[in-house]
């Protein structure tokens, strides 16, 4: 059985600390710090580093590796196309990497950045995903190289896998990411249902994460491109009709990175 843990690193971020507890074996995914998996190590003796897992080449994804490589010699698999710090295993879209004796697919997640993946395994009792930047809770990550069409195909990906699928993204934003999917479908029942979870979550201070492909089927605006009353809003809010699912997805991906 592979436990799967948050370790909070600057503000925002969790790398995923993944946990064979049978042989006291670890993985971690995207350490943009190697400080919080170092002083976790430290408090659990005995344990060892196997494995690192990187989605994309963005700093705060990377800044540890080299440290914690150097300290562990963990094997660090990434993107193939991307510049990735002490990488061993190079990864391209439909690869396959066994860590924890799990086995993930790779995914292509063209968009947040050109070679963006992320790393899906449904061997463990509920699938799990870890989506990096490409999806987050309620929303998705801001598109700093890819396209939009090329970032709503790679949504759509993602949606298909199954509803159970748990989704462990990098980073803390569900509750502002809520508040937009609000201003997309203010009448969406469920949306305002999340909203009130996590807006009670977030004042304990307590994680929101994991997510669901379900949940996000049902809640995150940017997949429901399909939906009649998103494609409304957009429209709305653009001043003209946005034809095809992929403008629809433009048109709000514009209107979060202002909101």
Same mark, same amino acid.
Not at 55 to 74: F, N, P, Q, S, Y
Not at 138 to 148: A, H, I, K, M, V
């Given at each position: 059985?592979?436990?799967?843990?948050?370790?909070?690193?600057?503000?925002?971020?969790?790398?995923?600390?993944?946990?064979? /507890?049978?042989?006291?074996?670890?993985? %971690?995914?995207?350490?943009?710090?190697?400080?919080? +998996?170092?002083?976790? $190590? =430290?408090?659990?003796?005995?344990?060892?580093?196997?494995?690192?897992?990187?989605?994309?080449?963005?700093?705060?994804? +990377?800044?540890?590796?080299? =440290?914690?490589?150097?300290? /562990?010699?963990?094997?660090?698999?990434?993107?193939?196309?991307?510049?990735?710090?002490? &990488?061993?295993?190079?990864?391209?879209?439909? #690869?396959?990497? !066994?860590?924890?004796?799990?086995?993930?697919?790779?995914? #292509?997640?063209?968009?947040? !950045?050109?070679?963006?993946?992320?790393?899906?395994?449904?061997?463990?009792?509920?699938?799990? $995903?870890?989506?990096?930047?490409?999806?987050?809770?309620?929303?998705?990550?801001?598109?700093? =190289?890819? /396209?939009?069409?090329?970032?709503?195909?790679?949504?759509?990906?993602? #949606? #298909?896998?199954?509803?159970? !699928?748990? %989704?462990?993204?990098?980073?803390?934003?569900?509750?502002?990411? *809520? &508040?937009?999917?609000?201003?997309?479908?203010?009448?969406?029942?469920?949306?305002?249902?999340?909203?009130?979870?996590?807006?009670? $979550?977030?004042?304990?201070?307590?994680?929101?994460?994991?997510?669901?492909?379900? *949940?996000?089927?049902?809640?995150?605006?940017? *997949? &429901? !491109?399909?939906?009649?009353? %998103?494609?409304?809003?957009?429209?709305?809010?653009?001043?003209?009709?946005?034809?095809?699912?992929?403008?629809?997805?433009?048109?709000?991906?514009?209107?979060?990175?202002?909101?």
């Amino acid at each position: 059985m592979i436990q799967i843990d948050a370790l909070p690193a600057f503000s925002d971020n969790y790398i995923w600390l993944l946990q064979d /507890t049978a042989k006291r074996h670890c993985a %971690v995914v995207d350490p943009g710090d190697a400080q919080p +998996v170092l002083d976790w $190590l =430290e408090a659990n003796p005995g344990w060892e580093l196997k494995d690192i897992l990187i989605t994309h080449h963005h700093h705060d994804h +990377v800044g540890g590796v080299a =440290e914690l490589k150097r300290a /562990t010699g963990a094997r660090v698999s990434g993107p193939a196309s991307e510049h990735i710090p002490g &990488r061993d295993l190079a990864l391209e879209d439909n #690869a396959q990497v !066994t860590v924890l004796g799990l086995t993930f697919e790779v995914l #292509a997640m063209p968009g947040h !950045t050109l070679g963006h993946i992320a790393f899906y395994t449904a061997q463990t009792p509920t699938p799990v $995903l870890f989506s990096g930047d490409t999806l987050f809770a309620g929303g998705c990550g801001r598109l700093f =190289e890819g /396209t939009p069409a090329q970032m709503h195909n790679s949504l759509e990906r993602l #949606a #298909a896998l199954p509803d159970a !699928t748990e %989704v462990y993204c990098a980073h803390e934003y569900t509750l502002s990411n *809520l &508040r937009f999917a609000k201003a997309v479908e203010p009448s969406n029942s469920d949306v305002l249902a999340r909203l009130e979870e996590v807006t009670r $979550l977030r004042a304990d201070e307590r994680i929101t994460l994991p997510s669901s492909i379900g *949940l996000e089927r049902l809640t995150n605006p940017f *997949l &429901r !491109t399909a939906e009649t009353s %998103v494609k409304q809003k957009a429209d709305e809010w653009k001043g003209h009709s946005n034809e095809g699912q992929a403008a629809v997805f433009a048109a709000l991906r514009s209107w979060k990175d202002g909101f």
